[in-house]
């Protein structure tokens, strides 16, 4: 089985940066996409950034300028360098990966844990 384990998260105040990292490790073939969903109470998850193996990259309007996804293949690892946080990035952050496993014909959908960001003074 694939599993996603993130780390980085933790209380920080306005203005001021965190750096999430998203590690894939088990029966991994291929991964062709990372990246990061969040979660806020009453709010609707909402796709946050991604960077594909390659290292195109896509971000959320409201994070464009502040948040910047990062790759190391050899590490299977994605990283998201926020800076500039504001309280309405208040939210648990999910690692996600489109991977596909050594004993799978098809890739899947995987998710971390989740780990809290809380932007607050």
């Known amino acids: 089985q694939v599993q996603l384990v993130e780390s980085g998260g933790g209380l920080v105040q306005p203005g001021g940066s965190l750096r999430l990292s998203c590690a894939a490790s088990?029966?991994?073939?291929?991964?062709?996409?990372m990246g990061w969903y969040r979660q806020a109470p009453g709010i609707q998850r909402e796709l946050v950034a991604s960077?594909?193996?390659?290292?195109?990259?896509n971000a959320a309007d409201s994070v464009k300028g502040r948040f910047t996804a990062s790759r190391d293949n050899a590490k299977n690892t994605v990283y998201l360098q926020m800076d500039s946080l504001k309280p309405e990035d208040t939210a648990v952050y999910y690692c996600?990966?489109?991977?596909?496993?050594?004993?799978?014909?098809?890739?899947?959908?995987?998710w971390g844990q989740g780990t809290q960001v809380t932007v607050s003074s």
């Open positions: 996600y990966a489109v991977i596909q496993s050594s004993v799978s014909a098809s890739p899947y959908h995987y």
């Open positions: 960077i594909s193996s390659g290292g195109s990259t």
């Open positions: 088990g029966s991994i073939f291929r991964i062709y996409v």
